[in-house]
Structure formats: C-alpha cells, structure tokens
T-cell receptor
C-alpha cells in the first residue's frame, strides 16, 4: 500500500489565481514526480526531484513550478491559473535500492478546473 | 515521439473472458511496470518486472518482460466487472532517468 497523499482532490478556481497543489509521502522516498494527465489519456512528466533542493523540468513544458525543501513534501505552484491548465495532476514517488527505485507509486491526483 | 505503443486502445469483453494487452517499443527497456487507473484516481501499481523473460503473477493478473526487452504483455484471466479501468504500461529505457508511459488500454467488462 503506497502512502502518498495529494490535496486538494478537486479544485475549481478562477483565471489569474495563484494555486498550490500539495503532495506528501511517508515512505521516505528520495525521488518524487509530477505528471499532468487529461482524462483517459497518457501521463506526461512535468517535474521531478531526486532529493531535497533538487528539481528538474520534465518532458512536457509547464508553467508550474515546484520546490523540494523536505524529503516528504513536493508542492506544485501555478502563479496565475489559466483555463489551459485544466487537467488532472498526479504526484508520484519512488525509492529504495537497485531496480526497485524505478517503481513509482502514485497519489490519488488533483483534478483542477480553471474557469 | 511516442516511446511506447500500447494495444489495444480499448476492449469490450464479457465477464469471465480472458484479456491480453501488450506494450512494444523500438528501444530496449530495463524495467516494465503495469498500472491500473480508475476514473478520478491515480494509477495503482499491479506488477513490476525487472529482468528479461521474467513472468510474474498477481492474483488473476500475469505479466511478462519480453526476451527482446522491447515488449511486455499483461494477461487478466476470468475477468470480473471490477477489472474495468484503464491499464497503462510504463518502462525505463536504457540511458533514461525517468519512466515512459503507454497510451493506455481501456477495458470494459460486460456482466
């Protein structure tokens, strides 16, 4: 059972608002990830972190930013939300030694709707 | 471009039937993972494969890491209505740091 949490689960917000999506894991994993997914479609990596104070952009360009000040916490921020940001945002983490660290465990996701 | 080709895109089957889906790539992968995602939820890990030729079961699910390291398949035996969802393959390619995800197979089970 994966212990990775995301809040809020659902968010409806107006254009121009600043939002932060929270992600926390209690597994002590070093690596954390943010994916963007439109309903029923594939996952696109937008940010990842291999440890505290380490963040990288993923394959899909995103206007969001992330921070990793604590191992267990990897929040994602949008400074000014737009309708094009409407999507589901999934957080994941992985850890351990060897090949096991490649196995990512996902949170339940945040469904964002920007009006 | 798309790194992983997953097929079929969707399946409609009768309860009790077996299901087979696969993922292929032109690149060599070191790890294959299979996830199931239900509407409004995050993907849940079903099976992880780490070695070429590896065959692993999880209840009614069986997955194999292809010998060529360029493919993997997932079988579900005796499907039940709660098997409904989207099944994603994912893998780590040689030389890459992160996972690539397939486009998903949407499974519908008709009672």
């Amino acid at each position: 059972e994966a212990d990775i949490y995301q809040t809020p689960r659902y968010l409806v917000i107006g254009t121009g608002k600043k939002i932060t999506l929270e992600c926390s894991q209690t597994m002590g994993h070093d690596k954390m990830y943010w994916y963007q997914q439109d309903p029923g479609m594939e996952l696109h990596l937008i940010h990842y972190s291999y440890g505290v104070n380490s963040t990288e952009k993923g394959d899909l360009s995103s206007e969001s930013t992330v921070s990793r000040i604590r191992t267990e916490h990897f929040p994602l921020t949008l400074e000014s939300a737009r309708p094009s940001h409407t999507s589901q945002y999934l957080c994941a983490s992985s850890g351990g030694q060897g090949r096991i660290q490649e196995t990512q465990y996902f949170g339940p996701g945040t469904r964002l709707l920007v009006l | 471009g798309q790194q992983l080709n997953q097929s079929p895109q969707s399946m409609f089957i009768q309860e009790g039937e077996d299901v087979s889906m696969n993922c292929t790539s032109s690149s060599i992968f070191n790890t294959w993972l299979w996830y199931k995602q239900e509407p409004g939820e995050g993907p849940v890990l079903l099976i992880a494969l780490y070695k070429a030729g590896e065959l692993t079961s999880n209840g009614r699910l069986t997955a194999q890491f292809g010998i060529t390291r360029k493919d993997s398949f997932l079988n579900i035996s005796a499907s039940i209505p709660s098997d409904v969802g989207i099944y994603f393959c994912a893998g780590r390619k040689t030389g890459a740091n992160n996972l690539f995800f397939g486009t998903g197979t949407r499974l519908t089970v008709i009672p």
